[in-house]
């Protein structure tokens, strides 16, 4: 047997380490050599018997500390299976806790983005005008638009108009230049006739 299986041996045997096996063994060779004397007086044997009924007595307390603390540290035991169970309950309810403050957390950026978002567009319709104002400006854009048709309208007639009284100016030009042109050929034809009758004739011939 090794040194190292001897120990716990020892140490399963005194229990807590307090020496209950050693007292035992005592007390075994006292009452193997109490039995076996003869040679002892009744005070001696009187004697022996109070010391080991003494060493009886603490083992007896050694027992029922033994006893005693067993059920203690199951006791203990208990608790801190009660301790475990209610820590792991807490640590679970915070993870849930966590959790929904999670859901919670998400909701709220959410909602503080929409709200974010609900004041530039509050601030985006204060800047716009008020819609009596619009209106008013649109009607009046849509007034200037049929003026500006009409002025457009009156500037096309006026336009077609000079084109047609251009067109007649140039006709008028077209025919003057004509009626030009043949009075030129007709002083040219007079002016011919004119030299031809002023002329004199042929002489006659004499025989």
Not at 82 to 109: F, G, H, P, S, Y
Not at 113 to 134: C, H
Request: hydrophobic share 35%; aromatic share 2%.
């Amino acid at each position: 047997m090794s040194d190292e299986e001897v120990i716990k041996r020892r140490l399963l045997i005194d229990g807590d380490g307090t020496g209950d096996d050693r007292r035992l063994n005592a007390l075994l060779k006292a009452m193997i050599k109490w039995a076996n004397s003869t040679d002892d007086t009744a005070a001696e044997s009187q004697m022996v018997y109070d010391r080991m009924l003494s060493q009886l007595s603490q083992c007896e307390f050694a027992v029922k500390r033994s006893l005693l603390l067993q059920k203690t540290n199951q006791r203990e035991l208990d608790n801190y299976k009660k301790l475990q169970q209610e820590l792991e309950k807490k640590i679970a309810n915070v993870k849930n806790t966590i959790e929904v403050n999670k859901v919670d957390l998400q909701q709220a950026k959410v909602l503080k983005q929409n709200r974010m978002m609900y004041d530039l567009l509050a601030q985006s319709i204060q800047e716009q005008p008020a819609r009596k104002d619009t209106d008013k400006k649109l009607a009046n854009l849509k007034s200037e638009l049929n003026d500006l048709r009409e002025e457009k309208q009156l500037l096309e007639q006026k336009l077609d108009m000079r084109r047609k009284q251009f067109h007649v100016l140039i006709s008028s030009c077209n025919q003057l230049q004509s009626m030009s042109n043949d009075t030129k050929e007709d002083d040219a034809m007079n002016t011919s006739l004119d030299d031809i009758t002023n002329s004199p004739g042929p002489e006659v011939m004499s025989e």
